[in-house]
């Protein structure tokens, strides 16, 4: 009965720790620093009253991508802008009346930075 005890506490033991570390064994967002920032969907305008998401992905100094990275996004104008939600590298943006905003995305230390513009159209200028 106790090497079961011994194997259980073992298995239990190791489930743990690869929890703690991603499970995979590799490094975790936050022990690698983001030196660059590059988008992967954006969108220039939304009308208004409907949403877009913006995606970037997050590179270490030396080019390797970054799973999960912790980012913060905001608008400038968020009374033309405003980020519904966020999600690490995802964004989602609500036009809110017509205008535009310079939305930021940014690393929690704010010394790595990427921004765009989006423009909010009323409901009867839509582009075609």
């Known amino acids: 009965m106790r090497s079961l005890e011994t194997v259980l506490l073992v298995a239990t033991l190791a489930a743990s ?3 703690c570390n991603g499970g ?3 490094p975790t967002a936050i022990e690698l620093p983001i030196a660059r920032l590059e988008f992967v969907e ?4 939304v009308v208004t009253d409907s949403r877009c998401t913006l995606v970037v992905e997050a590179f270490t100094a030396e080019g390797q991508r970054i799973a999960n990275p ?7 104008n968020s009374g033309s802008v405003s980020i519904v939600d966020q999600n690490g590298a995802a964004a989602t943006v609500r ?7 310079t939305v930021t ?11 765009t513009d989006v423009r909010v159209l009323p409901r009867s200028d839509t582009p075609k």
């Open 17 to 19: 720790m690869a929890a």
């Open 24 to 26: 995979d064994g590799g």
């Open 42 to 45: 954006r969108c220039s305008f």
């Open 70 to 76: 912790i980012l913060r996004w905001s608008s400038s």
């Open 95 to 101: 036009g809110v009346a017509p205008g535009s905003s």
């Open 105 to 115: 995305v940014s690393n929690t230390t704010t010394t790595t930075f990427l921004r």
